[in-house]
């Protein structure tokens, strides 16, 4: 399945606005690369302060779900290196969605699937991230965010 | 005590037992604004704010500031004071 360019485009740009919205609410700050199909979000890692960028590949979305990838600021420099946040203890006994592997275990994220190098097999594939139940329900970039931002806080440091 | 009183008393105690908070949903940009009686349970009462937004949430709980709230505590336990506001969202888990 192929999804053109112009209709991800659409899409996204159909969420930015509520998605926007919530990751200043929180402090965090988005940056669309329409070009790229790129959403880049920008915040702090709670354990340390240091600065991290959620970095969203959105080719396909939303047939599929998107690639989050994670990178922290070299000190004193403006460049990122890839580092991947520790796994924490989320209240009410839910598991962390930050994988020793160094992906979001979720099914909002492509990486997660076994067909793009993930741990899992049993979700269905890529194509079936939205029906996923049982797990973190995010069908939408907010709802993403929100996600990564609460099992953030909750996250002891860097793996 | 005149039934007056009483009622007047009634009347009272009710305001104080609800709580006007706003909600906001991470998917939504304008916020909605619910009153709940304090002993509602949290998840409860998010479950019913995902639905006024229409949003389909796997285990829905609100999140006050930091915090993401106990689905099993009541709104009063888990420290929603009146004019809060809350952000709806999943306390499912990953893996």
């Known amino acids: 399945m ?76 403006d460049a990122f290196k890839s580092r991947f946040p520790k796994a924490g203890s989320v209240p009410g006994g839910a598991s962390s969605i930050f994988h020793s592997a160094g992906v979001i275990c979720a099914p909002f994220n492509r990486l997660a699937f076994q067909e793009h190098s993930g741990p899992h097999a049993d979700w269905g594939g890529p194509a079936q991230w939205m029906n996923v139940r049982g797990h973190v329900r995010a069908t939408v970039l907010a709802e993403m965010l929100a996600q990564i931002i609460i099992h953030l806080k909750f996250s002891p440091g860097w793996q | 005590m005149s039934t007056a009183t009483l009622e007047a008393q009634d009347r009272g105690d009710q305001r104080i037992h609800e709580i006007t908070v706003t909600v ?40 006050k500031g930091d915090d993401v709230l106990d689905r099993e505590k009541t709104l009063v336990a888990a420290g929603v004071k009146e004019h809060d506001t809350l952000e709806i969202v999943s306390a499912g888990g990953g893996v």
């Open chain 1, 2 to 77: 192929t999804v053109p360019k112009d209709v991800t485009i659409a899409v996204v740009e159909d969420e930015l606005l509520a998605a926007d919205a919530y990751a200043r609410r929180h402090g965090w700050s988005l940056t669309w690369l329409k070009d790229d199909l790129v959403l880049l979000a920008d915040g702090k890692h709670p354990a340390d302060q240091s600065s991290m960028r959620w970095h969203a590949h959105l080719g396909g979305y939303r047939a599929f779900p998107p690639a989050w990838t994670c990178f922290q600021r070299e000190e004193g420099k």
């Open chain 2, 24 to 63: 906001f949903a991470p998917s939504h940009v304008e916020p909605k604004h619910f009153t709940w009686p304090v002993t509602n349970k949290v998840g409860v009462a998010a479950a019913e704010a995902a639905k006024a937004f229409g949003i389909d949430v796997e285990a829905p709980t609100f999140q």
